[in-house]
């Protein structure tokens, strides 16, 4: 009985995590949302229903969790819109003003429930407000940006190594002590540690050490550098749990993406399953399956209500009974599909039936997964997770720039035209920057494009830890870059590029035994200086031409006149 107890309250618990690490996103997509309405010519009294019902439901589950005050302020905005479509008048509009300052509130009281870091929390838009930082910042909440490297090369070297690294925002603490450094590693929660493998050599201890702290810590990462860089000497880092190997000296490049490579792999959301199915107890069982894995669920015996939990919760994988009275698991599938905005979406159909060869045929058209209700439960969560991942997969790069991880360049024009409206909207000053690397060609030319990819990389990088979260950041093509900056002037919006620019022109590339630097060019535009949305992206265009043709390496603010 006591341990069926805690089995249920760690469950509670870890859903409540899970909610509260959505809960500032889904505020943020219900205020998307209705900018989205609120930017349209003419106001749909559909899009204004759904964004109701959504803010009722959301309301409600706040109230459970213990969001007493958000979930007050989202009752009255609910009433608010149930009187706006109770009352509907063809030249009605939405009050922009009630709307900002009730999301305001709603963040401020976000900020000491969620976190007391002051973290933050993105839109889907990409604005940013005061909430929890996990999704978007580039380093996972349990990461810090400091690095430790134990060492006792020459302080020149580790000063220089350090000075570069500080360009892309990370805080670098080395240890000639090594006694001091591992005293260090043992008591904080340091998650990357750099080293050389003679030092693993020289000293036996450490190896033992190191494999210790890694069976403690998921998240530690050891990276081995030496100046051999050989088969032998790489198995052996790789036998002494090594993640990482580098040739000195580092190149800074290189290691900042291998970095980011492991914050990105940390940075995930949990899986959310919606399960469907008329029994409860198998119902209630695959729940429980799903939950252990650290997955949210959302639960339907109705097949018909599957529809609004597929708005409502926005699942990334949806888990169907093949026998339902009144509509079956193929069925409720192919009228799941009839909607486009569904069609991402994985499906796995199980059954405690064998597959008949019909459910074959449908299946191979389809591509969706069967299952039977006798698979072992290890079997049913990676083949869940497979095809969560391969979905997530494609989408992400349908609306991301594949090298990058940035905005593509028609999701960053649409974040452009959004965010141009809310500052319309606000009266609030916007800027729109043009980023172009200087001599790209050249280095493709010299170096190669595997190069000159490594380079596009580090700018994305440095443009991502050295902007605000607030600001949307975007590869519009080939070496263009795109970075919109809400509630900020062309004259800040220049001091901040410019600094950005300065930093990377100092970055130390190397390819084939060859240092070399590279620059950016940049070109700003904004509101209210500029009034319309297109002259502000051909404005920043156009300044990005003059900074390139008065000798490159420079920030030029457009003047409309």
């Given at each position: 009985m006591n341990s069926d107890k805690t089995q249920d309250f760690e469950n509670f618990d870890e859903l409540k995590k899970h909610y509260c690490a959505n809960l500032p996103l889904n505020i943020e997509d219900i205020y998307d949302k209705i900018l989205k309405i609120l930017s349209s010519k003419e106001i749909d009294i559909k899009d204004i229903s759904e964004v109701k019902n959504d803010v009722h439901k959301l309301a409600g589950s706040a109230g459970s969790f213990g969001f007493l005050k958000i979930?007050?302020?989202?009752?009255?905005?609910?009433?608010?819109?149930?009187?706006?479509?109770?009352?509907?008048e063809n030249d009605k509009?939405?009050?922009?003003?009630?709307?900002?300052?009730?999301?305001?509130?709603?963040?401020?009281?976000?900020?000491?429930?969620?976190?007391?870091?002051?973290?933050?929390?993105?839109?889907?838009?990409?604005?940013?407000?005061?909430?929890?930082?996990?999704?978007?910042?580039?380093?996972?909440?349990?990461?810090?940006?400091?690095?430790?490297?134990?060492?006792?090369?020459?302080?020149?070297?580790?000063?220089?190594?350090?000075?570069?690294?500080?360009?892309?925002?990370?805080?670098?603490?080395f240890f000639s002590?090594?006694?001091?450094?591992?005293?260090?590693?043992?008591?904080?929660?340091?998650?990357?540690?750099?080293?050389?493998?003679?030092?693993?050599?020289?000293?036996?201890?450490?190896?033992?050490?190191?494999?210790?702290?890694?069976?403690?810590?998921?998240?530690?990462?050891?990276?081995?550098t030496s100046a051999n860089n050989n088969f032998k000497t790489r198995l052996f880092s790789l036998r002494n749990s090594g993640d990482a190997f580098f040739e000195n000296p580092i190149d800074v490049t290189r290691l900042v993406n291998k970095i980011e490579y492991?914050?990105?792999?940390?940075?995930?959301?949990?899986?959310?399953?919606?399960?469907?199915?008329?029994d409860i107890d198998t119902l209630s069982y695959y729940a429980q399956l799903f939950q252990k894995r650290g997955m949210v669920t959302s639960v339907t015996t109705v097949p018909a209500s599957v529809f609004n939990l597929i708005v409502?919760?926005?699942?990334?994988?949806?888990?169907?009974?093949?026998?339902?009275?009144?509509?079956?698991?193929?069925?409720?599938?192919?009228?799941?599909?009839?909607?486009?905005?569904?069609?991402?979406?994985?499906?796995?159909?199980?059954?405690?039936?064998?597959?008949?060869?019909?459910?074959?045929?449908?299946?191979?058209?389809?591509?969706?997964?069967?299952?039977?209700?006798?698979?072992?439960?290890?079997?049913?969560?990676?083949?869940?997770?497979?095809?969560?991942?391969?979905?997530?997969?494609?989408?992400?790069?349908?609306?991301?720039?594949?090298?990058?991880?940035?905005l593509n360049h028609s999701n960053i024009n649409d974040s452009f035209q959004r965010e141009f409206v809310r500052a319309k909207r606000t009266n609030l000053p916007l800027s729109y920057a043009m980023i172009d690397i200087d001599n790209f060609k050249s280095v493709n030319d010299t170096y190669g494009h595997f190069v000159g990819d490594t380079v596009l990389k580090s700018l994305a990088y440095m443009l991502m830890e050295r902007l605000r979260v607030t600001d949307i950041v975007g590869r519009y093509g080939g070496e263009e870059f795109v970075v919109i900056m809400g509630n900020t002037n062309v004259q800040s919006a220049k001091r901040v590029i410019d600094e950005i620019r300065e930093n990377f022109s100092k970055v130390t590339h190397n390819a084939f035994g060859r240092e070399f630097n590279v620059t950016f060019s940049c070109g700003i535009a904004g509101f209210p200086d500029?009034?319309?949305?297109?002259?502000?992206?051909?404005?920043?265009?156009?300044?990005?031409?003059?900074?390139?043709?008065?000798?490159?390496?420079k920030v030029v603010i457009y003047d409309e006149e």
């Amino acid at each position: 009985m006591n341990s069926d107890k805690t089995q249920d309250f760690e469950n509670f618990d870890e859903l409540k995590k899970h909610y509260c690490a959505n809960l500032p996103l889904n505020i943020e997509d219900i205020y998307d949302k209705i900018l989205k309405i609120l930017s349209s010519k003419e106001i749909d009294i559909k899009d204004i229903s759904e964004v109701k019902n959504d803010v009722h439901k959301l309301a409600g589950s706040a109230g459970s969790f213990g969001f007493l005050k958000i979930s007050n302020i989202l009752k009255k905005l609910d009433i608010y819109l149930t009187n706006f479509i109770s009352d509907n008048e063809n030249d009605k509009e939405l009050d922009f003003n009630y709307i900002e300052k009730t999301f305001d509130k709603i963040r401020k009281n976000l900020s000491p429930k969620l976190s007391n870091k002051g973290n933050k929390t993105i839109s889907a838009s990409g604005l940013v407000s005061s909430s929890s930082d996990w999704f978007f910042k580039k380093f996972p909440e349990d990461w810090d940006k400091k690095i430790v490297i134990l060492d006792y090369r020459d302080r020149k070297y580790l000063s220089d190594l350090k000075e570069r690294l500080s360009y892309f925002g990370y805080e670098i603490e080395f240890f000639s002590d090594i006694d001091a450094g591992i005293e260090k590693i043992s008591n904080e929660d340091i998650h990357i540690i750099i080293l050389d493998t003679d030092l693993v050599l020289e000293r036996i201890d450490i190896g033992p050490w190191l494999k210790n702290i890694k069976e403690k810590r998921n998240s530690f990462k050891i990276f081995y550098t030496s100046a051999n860089n050989n088969f032998k000497t790489r198995l052996f880092s790789l036998r002494n749990s090594g993640d990482a190997f580098f040739e000195n000296p580092i190149d800074v490049t290189r290691l900042v993406n291998k970095i980011e490579y492991f914050a990105d792999s940390r940075r995930t959301k949990p899986d959310h399953i919606l399960i469907v199915d008329d029994d409860i107890d198998t119902l209630s069982y695959y729940a429980q399956l799903f939950q252990k894995r650290g997955m949210v669920t959302s639960v339907t015996t109705v097949p018909a209500s599957v529809f609004n939990l597929i708005v409502e919760s926005a699942p990334d994988l949806i888990f169907i009974d093949m026998l339902m009275p009144g509509c079956n698991g193929i069925e409720l599938t192919a009228m799941i599909r009839q909607y486009d905005e569904f069609l991402p979406i994985p499906i796995i159909i199980y059954s405690a039936f064998d597959r008949p060869v019909a459910i074959d045929l449908e299946l191979s058209f389809s591509g969706y997964e069967f299952i039977s209700k006798f698979t072992d439960d290890e079997t049913i969560i990676s083949t869940a997770i497979n095809r969560i991942d391969r979905s997530r997969n494609l989408r992400y790069y349908m609306e991301r720039d594949s090298l990058t991880g940035l905005l593509n360049h028609s999701n960053i024009n649409d974040s452009f035209q959004r965010e141009f409206v809310r500052a319309k909207r606000t009266n609030l000053p916007l800027s729109y920057a043009m980023i172009d690397i200087d001599n790209f060609k050249s280095v493709n030319d010299t170096y190669g494009h595997f190069v000159g990819d490594t380079v596009l990389k580090s700018l994305a990088y440095m443009l991502m830890e050295r902007l605000r979260v607030t600001d949307i950041v975007g590869r519009y093509g080939g070496e263009e870059f795109v970075v919109i900056m809400g509630n900020t002037n062309v004259q800040s919006a220049k001091r901040v590029i410019d600094e950005i620019r300065e930093n990377f022109s100092k970055v130390t590339h190397n390819a084939f035994g060859r240092e070399f630097n590279v620059t950016f060019s940049c070109g700003i535009a904004g509101f209210p200086d500029v009034t319309v949305a297109k002259t502000i992206s051909d404005g920043a265009d156009k300044a990005l031409y003059i900074a390139k043709k008065d000798g490159k390496n420079k920030v030029v603010i457009y003047d409309e006149e």
